[in-house]
Structure formats: C-alpha cells, structure tokens
C-alpha cells in the first residue's frame, strides 16, 4: 500500500504561483500512475495533471496547460506541482493520488489518495 502526504498549499493573489509537494511512502516502486486532483465544495473532482513515473510521461487539463508543471523526484519519492499564473478558478482542494493498475490509471479511478492541501488564490 502507498501512502501519500502533499503539501505546499496556501492563500496567494491572482498571477502568483505556488509548488505542492507529495512524499509517497510503502510500495511506491508499484506506482504505475501518479497525478493531482483538484475538488471544491459542490463540484465533481477534476484531474488536474499526471504523470508514468516509469516514462516521465504527462498529461494535463486544458484549463491549466501552458500553466502548470507535473514534475518528479524518484529518488526521494517526491511528486511536485508546479503552479504559475494562479486564478481565482484554481481555488481548491489539491490531492495527490497514484494506482498500479493500468485501466484505473487510463480512466483516473486511482486508489491510493492522500489527505489533500488547500489552494486559495484571491483576485
């Protein structure tokens, strides 16, 4: 089982950036997939970005291209987001979430979730 903590959430004004940090932990070698997920209160949780650590392979959501940057640290077991020119859009809830089977990574229907980091970006 992995076990995921993220954080580098906070409050910042519109055009600001923040990086969130994930520290995975247990089986992490097992990891096929790994991306961020975004959730605000009432609202479906949306991929945000995601990454083949075997590959470096990414994947993002069209609301944030050109914005966002997916990014890992195999060695020490660190996913990162970079976040650039923040809007008041990306105010949410950021989870870090990885799975190992390849049908729940193409579908994003990951198993393993961490606790979450709030983003808040005021206009």
């Known amino acids: 089982q992995v076990q995921l903590a993220e954080s580098g959430g906070g409050s910042v004004q519109a055009g600001g950036s923040l990086r969130l940090s994930c520290v995975a932990s247990?089986?992490?070698?097992?990891?096929?997939?790994m991306g961020w997920f975004r959730q605000t209160p009432g609202k479906e949780r949306e991929m945000v970005a995601t990454?083949?650590?075997?590959?470096?392979?990414?994947v993002y959501a069209d609301s944030v291209k050109g914005r966002f940057t997916i990014s890992q640290d195999n060695s020490k077991n660190t996913l990162f987001l970079q976040m650039s020119s923040l809007e008041p859009d990306d105010t949410a809830m950021y989870y870090c979430?990885?799975?190992?089977?390849?049908?729940?990574?193409?579908?994003?229907?990951?198993?393993?979730w961490g606790q979450g980091t709030q983003v808040t970006v005021s206009s």
């Open positions: 979430a990885s799975d190992n089977l390849l049908r729940r990574c193409l579908t994003y229907d990951y198993r393993n």
């Open positions: 247990g089986f992490t070698s097992s990891s096929l997939c």
């Open positions: 990454i083949v650590p075997l590959t470096g392979k990414t």
